[in-house]
């Protein structure tokens, strides 16, 4: 613990500093019990009771020190998280939160519900109770892949993630999507296959419809806040996190999801992908920085793809489930702009802004200057981090050719410029930072 | 050689042109930071911060055909990251490199701007005349 407590956390966040407090106070705790075991006054049944729940106690203790892992600053760019922390507050979550990096390509928002069992212990320590009451809960966790294995316009897909987090104030209005042809397509499924429909199958089927709709809600949230780069992003994660069509009981295809972001980058005029064509001259597509992404087959062919490895009732549900998914995401993208709207005006990355960051950045990056902050005569302002997500990918995308970097003779002549982006990118999202928090000084 | 004056610098900075543009960002208090007939820039303490750290590593020669090691500057220098606002204690007969919290970009055309000090490759033991001012 006290190695821990020295480690210098991304960002200075306290987010770990909270976590290992809790900690300190169930192991405190423990410690309490063990002294009162040896207490010669407590009786032996009372001791051995003690000492059995302290053994419970520090054995959770060392689980929770595991779910720490990868926190510290070696994986996680320290100029990251405070961004990240203003996305968390512009959202409006309250929640305590760290973050932490995984060696695998994968973004995870995980809760902490450890306030309901550890209110409920015996003559906790006062460093526990302390802990407790400092934490907003449930502590969440956010996980992304370690600095090793992306560039930073990837972390976009951190909206999506943290649209998790709001997911229960966007709801899907009773009576707004017209389920028959779900209804339609499962029954004729069950009859084709032979099988019998249940109250399990529609059990079944709430559960799969909620799940999918939590992650339409999450794109959502991340296509708000983050524009094209949550696109760009998000095809690329498709394409590193391979797993076939996307499709499970718990995430629709990813084919269907690629769509149904780009349909509303389209909307609007102009719309992002207007401005994205106009300023850097490539053309949105369905498959821009993931044409590898597989696409869905006749449902047939899915039913018995999915079969592989989900039960038959499952598989018949989540392709019965496409012949609604595109209505159902249409009212849940719909239902997180009217909240966003209301709730976080300020987080909304629209065209006009899209444009104003293209227009004043992209170039100067080309010249090796971060995009920092915008110049409008006297006024001057912070360039946000979706911002720097965007120019970063209109520059990946379409001037990787004009960074001047060079790396060792023989070498990919594209990976210097990466890496030299990424250093600019970075460096921008550090010095906005460091503007905002000026600017915010009374 | 000249020197730009304040307002040339503010004009450079200005540079519609990024070619041609005078990087210093972000400027906190511009009018602070670059005052009249000083011809120059003031800049602030930036995040990160290299401690120089004992080691049995001698002198590094800037001319030798091996070029140094980041293992061997790692071993040199223990990196630190300081948040705007918050404090690093120097202690006596400590020695520190520190960066810039201002991204300095020179265009072509313009030359260097050193502060008057030693500068770092001094202390990792070059042996060489120490470099002293210079200006825009």
Same mark, same amino acid.
């Given at each position: 613990?006290t190695?821990? #407590?020295?480690?210098?956390?991304p960002?200075?966040h $306290? ?11 169930m192991?405190?705790t ?5 002294a009162?075991?040896?207490n ?7 001791a051995s009771? #003690?000492i059995i729940?302290a053994?419970m106690?520090g ?17 996680i ?8 922390q203003? /996305?968390?507050d ?5 929640n305590?939160i760290f973050?932490r ?6 973004y995870?928002?995980? #809760?902490f519900?450890l306030?309901?069992?550890?209110n409920?212990?015996d ?8 802990a407790?009451?400092?934490?907003? /809960?449930?502590f969440?966790?956010l996980?992304?892949?370690?600095q090793?294995?992306?560039m ?5 897909i ?10 229960d104030k ?10 028959a042809?779900?209804h339609?397509a499962?029954?004729?499924r ?8 249940s109250?399990?199958?529609m059990f ?6 909620a799940? /999918?709709a939590q992650?339409?809600v ?10 094209p780069?949550?696109?760009f992003?998000?095809?690329?994660f498709f394409?590193?996190a ?9 995430h629709?295809?990813?084919?269907l999801r ?5 349909a509303?980058l389209s909307?609007g005029?102009p ?6 064509e106009a300023?850097?001259?490539?053309k949105?597509?369905e498959?821009?920085n993931?044409?590898h992404?597989a696409?869905?087959?006749d449902d047939d062919?899915?039913f ?13 549900v989540c392709v019965?489930?496409?012949h609604?998914?595109e209505?159902v995401?249409?009212?849940l ?12 005006a ?6 006009? $802004?899209l444009e ?14 971060p ?5 409008d005569?006297? $006024?001057?302002e ?7 997500l965007?120019?970063? /990918?209109?520059a ?8 001047r970097a ?7 002549p594209d990976?210097p ?5 990424h250093e ?6 550090e010095?906005a ?5 000026w600017?915010?000084?009374? | 050689m000249?020197?730009?004056s ?10 519609k042109d990024p070619?041609k ?5 972000p400027?906190?208090e ?5 005052k009249p007939?000083?011809a120059a ?7 990160d911060f %290299? ?11 800037e ?7 980041l293992?061997?500057?790692?071993a ?10 918050r404090?690093?204690t120097?202690?006596p007969?400590q020695?520190?490199l ?5 991204y300095?970009?020179l265009?072509?055309g313009?030359v260097?701007?050193l %502060?008057r000090?030693?500068i770092s490759l %001094? ?5 060489r005349?120490?470099a002293?001012?210079?200006q825009?």
């Amino acid at each position: 613990m006290t190695r821990l #407590r020295g480690v210098v956390y991304p960002g200075h966040h $306290r987010g770990p500093e909270k976590w290992l407090d809790v900690i300190s106070g169930m192991l405190d705790t423990a410690l309490g019990y063990l002294a009162a075991a040896g207490n010669p006054a407590t009786l032996d049944a009372d001791a051995s009771k #003690r000492i059995i729940d302290a053994e419970m106690l520090g054995s959770e203790a060392y689980k929770l020190l595991r779910e720490l892992d990868g926190a510290d600053a070696d994986q996680i760019p320290h100029q990251i998280v405070k961004p990240f922390q203003r /996305w968390v507050d512009g959202l409006g979550i309250t929640n305590t939160i760290f973050f932490r990096a995984d060696h695998v390509a994968n973004y995870e928002l995980a #809760r902490f519900y450890l306030d309901r069992s550890l209110n409920n212990l015996d003559d906790p320590a006062p460093s526990l109770t302390a802990a407790l009451q400092a934490v907003k /809960w449930p502590f969440m966790r956010l996980t992304l892949p370690s600095q090793a294995l992306g560039m930073l316009p990837h972390f976009a897909i951190v909206g999506h993630e943290l649209g998790h987090a709001i997911q229960d104030k966007i709801q899907l209005p009773p009576g707004s999507v017209d389920f028959a042809p779900f209804h339609a397509a499962l029954d004729a499924r069950y009859a084709a296959e032979g099988m019998t429909k249940s109250r399990e199958t529609m059990f079944a089927a709430q559960a799969i419809l909620a799940s /999918w709709a939590q992650e339409f809600v999450s794109d959502a949230v991340g296509l708000l806040v983050a524009g094209p780069a949550f696109f760009f992003a998000l095809g690329g994660f498709f394409e590193i996190a391979g797993g076939g069509y996307g499709i499970s009981p718990s995430h629709p295809p990813s084919e269907l999801r690629r769509k149904l972001i780009l349909a509303k980058l389209s909307a609007g005029s102009p719309s992002h992908c207007d401005v994205f064509e106009a300023i850097t001259g490539l053309k949105i597509e369905e498959d821009t920085n993931s044409p590898h992404v597989a696409l869905l087959p006749d449902d047939d062919t899915l039913f018995a793809s999915l079969k592989v490895k989900h039960s038959a009732e499952h598989s018949a549900v989540c392709v019965a489930m496409l012949h609604v998914a595109e209505q159902v995401a249409h009212v849940l993208f719909t239902e997180a702009e009217t909240v966003l709207n209301r709730d976080s005006a300020a987080m909304l990355y629209g065209a006009d $802004r899209l444009e104003a960051d293209l227009n004043y950045h992209l170039k100067p990056l080309c010249e090796l200057i971060p995009p920092i902050e915008r110049r409008d005569g006297e $006024r001057v302002e912070a360039t946000a981090l979706a911002g720097n997500l965007n120019v970063g /990918w209109a520059a990946l995308l379409t001037k990787l050719d004009e960074i001047r970097a060079e790396g060792p003779p023989g070498g990919d002549p594209d990976t210097p410029k990466m890496e030299k982006l990424h250093e600019l990118l970075l460096k921008g999202v550090e010095l906005a930072e460091a503007r905002m928090t000026w600017d915010e000084c009374p | 050689m000249t020197a730009l004056s304040s307002k040339a610098i503010i004009d450079r900075l200005a540079e519609k042109d990024p070619v041609k543009r005078l990087v210093v960002s972000p400027l906190l208090e511009p009018t602070a930071q670059i005052k009249p007939g000083q011809a120059a820039v003031d800049v602030r303490l930036g995040f990160d911060f %290299c401690l120089a750290t004992p080691s049995r590593h001698g002198s590094i020669d800037e001319f030798s055909e091996e070029k140094t090691s980041l293992t061997t500057l790692s071993a040199l220098y223990r990196r630190e990251f300081i948040p705007l606002g918050r404090k690093i204690t120097i202690h006596p007969h400590q020695f520190l490199l520190a960066q810039t919290l201002e991204y300095l970009r020179l265009p072509p055309g313009l030359v260097t701007v050193l %502060c008057r000090s030693p500068i770092s490759l %001094c202390h990792l033991g070059f042996e060489r005349e120490r470099a002293d001012a210079a200006q825009i």
